[in-house]
């Protein structure tokens, strides 16, 4: 069967990684984790990936704090083609990409946020969902481009907010709908880069 190459970036704890390389492994999604890249040396997305036996590697982000580097950017573009990856999957990966990754990847990188955008981009998106009062927040699946949590929307789950949620309440469950979510879309990529079955 042919398997869509993905590669996965991530900041941070790595629980949408996770979720994908469980439905990966358990056969639910027919992709291959090619390599999983972190700018941040100790993220526990690199343990998991260490854990599921997919190539990881540390890139140094240089001297900014939201983009990386040009330079660098070009050698995330290499690392990215020589393991031959097809769609890139930001899973927390809290930096912009600017011009080297939108050229080489054009409407094959896809990013998660915790939001129903375009409401509350940026960071901590379910505190400021919770700050103005809404009844229902969410999460996002969209295409990325130069701006920030920005890009034609690929699809939404709704999480409602009830009266007695507390930040870490309500961020709780919005992930445990990031993690349907993303695998669900990540798998009608799958679909199309198979091409159609009989
Ligand atoms: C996820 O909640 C994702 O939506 C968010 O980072 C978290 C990473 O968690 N991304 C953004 O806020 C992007 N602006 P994880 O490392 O456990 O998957």
Redesign the pocket.
Known sequence: MKRLPIGIL??????????ILERIRSGELAAEARVVISDVLE???LDTAREFSVANAYLPPGQFRTRLEPETEEELVKMLREAGVDLVV?????RVLHGPMLKAFPRHII????SLLPKF?????WKQALAAGEKVTG?TVHYVDEK??HGEIIAQREVSILPKDTPESL?AR??IA?RELYPTVIAKFCAKYRGPTL
């Open positions: 991530g900041s941070g704890k790595g629980t949408n990684c996770r979720a993220a526990p997305i930001l899973a927390g990966f809290m990013n998660i946020h915790p981009s940026g960071l901590e998106a999460c920030i949590d961020h919005i992930q990031e």
